[in-house]
């Protein structure tokens, strides 16, 4: 008795018993079932935890990134003031002053003035609203989404100053391709006696590109500066500045610095201003989420305890002759403790697996299902990406490793206490 009192927790001997009483004879055959159900139900619930936590990340991974590699970390813009031609007007005519003035601030990379106006696209009778953006090819060259490191771009961006560049949705929109000639028409032109006519340019398309947004792709198209501020009666004006920091996460910390570079008449808009409502939402919506599937991994982790009371059932004459041998109540405790906690352990194990290899190869199960369904379980128009993205990252892993492994433990303990608490009189009177 001693010995079994002084007996180190957790020893080989209440292993090998643990090990005994998960292999069900064929008359238990009950508790093997419910082992089974257990040991898939968990594998599930965190398969599916993973897969959800991995497509969090990295849909916001990308969207985020196609925000920021293909739009101004910050727009500058003028305030409404009184022109010379006593016009009210928002155009700012000391752009390049501007310019000089927030690149002096530190953390910014760039500031580059910017023509931004809308207009619609023609070609053979087809036409397309689209947003069009002048630049310098200079500082087109470094937005990363568009000419750095194109997702799906053809043809010639160094021969940009002769033509446009305009997005795949476009293009595709409009039927055309590199070396088609598509219209610009604005209904701003020129006033004569019998009304606004609208302005009318023809340009060569040098360029298309995709930035791996639906809704970028779709309205977007680049003239050099100097020929938007041509065709929208702009000269010696730009619409708007466009800045870029090195560390966009920390953009708010830089607004009083680039108001104050700008004077009284500039006004700010950063990424966080114009997406924060979208992140906000995918934010409530991942702890949604992430609450819903615990509740899952709870309810397959609850399926232990059902195969732990019938365990115990079925073993009250083991159990009351291990007591009447000398193992104590802890020993028994933490037989039963391994008998629940082995099938958490293993179920999480097998669903990282699961899920992890659902992750990595999501391309190709999308693209089987859409095979399958004919079409249509991704659409870019509706999503605004054009593919499902998933990241799997350690620390999403550990986190339901973490939830999963802490409610089977704790599920456990439970019918494992009622088994070590078991009165071995009551289990063998009728044996």
Same mark, same amino acid.
């Given at each position: 008795? !001693? ?15 643990? $090990? ?10 009950? %508790?093997? %079932? ?28 990308? $969207? ?31 752009? *390049? ?10 953390? +910014? ?20 609203? +689209?947003?069009?953006?002048? #630049? ?14 194109? *997702? ?35 209904? !701003? ?14 340009? !060569?398309?040098?360029?298309? $590109?995709?930035?791996?947004?639906? !809704?970028? *792709? ?12 041509? $065709? ?31 004077? *009284? ?39 232990? +305890? @059902? ?23 802890? @020993? ?12 958490? +352990? #293993? ?53 339901? %490793? ?30």
């Amino acid at each position: 008795m !001693d010995a079994a009192k002084t007996t180190k927790p957790f020893s080989r001997f209440e292993w090998k018993i643990a $090990f005994a009483y998960l292999r069900a004879r064929r008359e238990e055959g009950g %508790v093997s %079932v419910m082992t089974w159900i257990s040991l898939v139900g968990i594998t599930l619930a965190v398969a599916a935890l993973i897969i959800t936590l991995a497509v969090r990340t990295g849909f916001r991974n990308e $969207f985020v990134s196609t925000i920021l590699g293909a739009n101004a970390h910050v727009t500058v813009y003028s305030t409404v003031y009184m022109s010379e031609d006593g016009k009210t007007s928002r155009a700012i005519t000391d752009y *390049d002053e501007w310019a000089a003035s927030l690149s002096d601030v530190p953390g +910014v990379t760039r500031a580059a003035p910017l023509v931004r106006r809308q207009v619609m696209a023609s070609y053979s009778g087809t036409n397309a609203g +689209v947003e069009v953006f002048g #630049i310098d090819f200079e500082d087109l060259m470094t937005i990363p989404r568009v000419a750095i490191s194109p *997702d799906a771009a053809y043809g010639d961006v160094t021969n940009f100053n002769n033509g446009i560049a305009i997005g795949s949705g476009v293009a595709r929109e409009l039927g055309v391709s590199v070396g088609d000639k598509i219209k610009l028409i604005s209904p !701003d032109g020129a006033k004569t006696a019998f009304g606004t006519t609208p302005r009318v340019s023809s340009y !060569d398309v040098v360029y298309v $590109f995709s930035a791996g947004r639906y !809704d970028i *792709d779709r309205t977007r198209a680049y003239l050099p500066f100097a020929e938007a501020q041509r $065709f929208f009666n702009l000269e010696g004006a730009a619409d708007e500045i466009e800045v870029m920091v090195a560390n966009p996460d920390r953009v708010d910390e830089l607004s009083y610095p680039l108001l104050e570079a700008v004077g *009284d008449r500039g006004l700010i808009w950063t990424w966080r201003d114009a997406s924060g409502a979208f992140l906000r939402a995918l934010d409530i919506e991942d702890n949604v989420m992430f609450v819903i599937l615990s509740v899952i991994v709870l309810v397959a982790s609850m399926n232990i +305890v @059902s195969g732990l009371v019938m365990l115990v059932k079925n073993k009250g004459r083991d159990i009351g002759i291990l007591r009447t041998v000398g193992l104590t109540q802890s @020993s028994i405790l933490r037989v039963f403790f391994i008998c629940g906690a082995l099938t958490g +352990v #293993i179920g999480t194990v097998m669903g990282v697996i699961l899920g992890s290899l659902f992750s990595i190869y999501i391309d190709q199960i999308l693209a089987a299902v859409n095979w399958f369904t004919g079409g249509g379980a991704w659409d870019p128009q509706i999503r605004g990406i054009y593919e499902l993205p998933a990241e799997l990252r350690l620390a999403d892993i550990m986190k339901a %490793v973490s939830l999963s492994l802490g409610l089977s433990f704790i599920v456990t303990i439970l019918p494992a206490r009622r088994a070590a608490r078991m009165n071995p009189v009551e289990a063998l009177r009728y044996e």
